[in-house]
C-alpha cells in the first residue's frame, strides 16, 4: 500500500472516479504519464518521482491482468531492459518470430490431452442375482 499523503496527492491528480477504478484493479493508487499503447489495448505509464520498481506499470485492457498478456517489446522497458519505450525505440523484429499469444493456461481456452485408444483393460461388473 502507499502513504497517506502519496494517496491523497494522487486522489487529486487522478480525480475520484479513476481513483476508484485503479483501488479496485490494481489495489493501489497511481498518478503518470501515458507512454504508450500496445495493440492489445494495454496503457503503460510511467512515474519518475517514484521509487526504483514502482515508477513503471501497466493498465490492462482485461481486467484479470496477467503479466503474460505483455508483448515482449513493452516487458524489456518495463524491467528496465531497455531504456526507452517501443513508441520512441521501437526493437527490430526478426522475421522467424512468431506473434505474441498470451498465456491461456487455467482457462478454457486450454490444451486439454484426451486419449484415442480403447482401454486395454476391462473392469469387471458384478453379476446381478434375480430371485424370482
Known sequence: MSYPTRTIKNFLKIGPKEYLRQLLYIGDTKAGKLVGTDKYGNKYYE???EFFGRDRWVDYAEHYG???????????W?????EHPPTIDPPP????????????????????????????????????NRRE
Open 47 to 49: 512515474d519518475k518521482e
Open 66 to 76: 496477467d503479466a503474460s498478456q505483455i508483448p515482449s517489446q513493452w516487458h524489456a
Open 78 to 82: 518495463m524491467h528496465k531492459i531497455v
Open 93 to 128: 523484429s526478426p522475421k522467424f518470430l512468431s506473434p505474441h499469444t498470451e498465456n491461456v493456461t487455467g482457462t478454457r481456452k486450454a490444451f486439454r490431452t484426451y486419449n484415442t485408444t480403447a482401454p486395454k483393460i476391462l473392469a469387471w461388473e458384478p453379476k446381478v
